[in-house]
């Protein structure tokens, strides 16, 4: 139980287009949906949490304008990179929390993530 | 504040002798702790956690890991390393009380294995 899928697992676009990925919830519904960043070598850094029906929160430096977040529904959340960059190039990982599943304790459960690399 | 700090951004050990991997953590309430394991170009996978139960928390794939408030450590323990245990180890932190549910990563620590 608790599986988090991502799609594209993979994605190479050019300079100046836009990126979906789509992350889902496969067997429960969740409450909050969080999206990570990470560099190689890196830790993951938390972009942006969204709860269903919401605007995101984003974190300090992330530019909600450049990464538009979506949370349509209790098992989809989806994250936009527009007009993106070759700086833009990572490695971008969701994660999605329920207390039914979880209990009280914040457990994340993580996506497979996404590697995009922009040309 | 949390905070959470691994102590080693690389371990190498040989095939067969124990791991050590070394996190101590900050928290003003009694967190949550996570050990993830994340292969190259993969998601994380929970090795296991502690939600104040039981202090010495078992996991998966051998490894354990010992809840010690007065160290404010939460070190991850395997006793013999094989070869496909090599990857990347995040610990995390999580305030309960939260209602953000946000997660704390620390840095990582990149355990290698030798033949």
């Known amino acids: 139980g608790a599986v988090v899928s991502q799609h594209p697992s993979r994605v190479i676009c050019k300079s100046g287009t836009s990126v979906k990925i789509e992350c889902r919830s496969l067997d429960f519904q969740a409450t909050t949906m969080f999206w990570y960043r990470q560099f190689p070598k890196q830790s993951l850094m938390l972009m942006a949490t969204s709860n269903e029906g919401s605007k995101a929160t984003y974190e300090q430096g992330v530019e909600k304008d450049k990464f538009l977040i979506n949370h349509a529904s209790l098992t989809l959340s989806t994250l936009t990179v527009t007009s993106a960059h070759p700086e833009d190039s990572s490695f971008y990982i969701c994660s999605a929390d329920n207390t039914l599943v979880s209990g009280h304790y914040n457990e994340q459960f993580f996506g497979p993530g996404t590697r995009l690399t922009v040309l | 504040a949390q905070s959470v700090t691994q102590l080693d951004s690389h371990v190498s050990v040989s095939e067969g002798t124990p791991v050590l991997l070394r996190c101590n953590y900050s928290?003003?309430?009694?967190?949550?702790l996570f050990w993830y394991v994340q292969h190259p170009n993969k998601g994380l996978q929970l090795l296991l956690k502690?939600?104040?139960?039981?202090?010495l928390v078992k996991g998966i794939n051998g490894f354990e890991a010992e809840f010690k408030k007065s160290e404010t450590s939460f070190h991850l323990t395997k006793p013999s390393a094989h070869m496909s245990d090599a990857a990347e180890y995040f610990c995390v932190v999580s305030d309960p009380n939260s209602s953000a549910s946000k997660i704390i990563f620390g840095s990582g620590t990149r355990l290698s294995i030798r033949p």
């Open positions: 502690y939600t104040s139960a039981a202090t």
């Open positions: 928290s003003s309430y009694s967190p949550s």
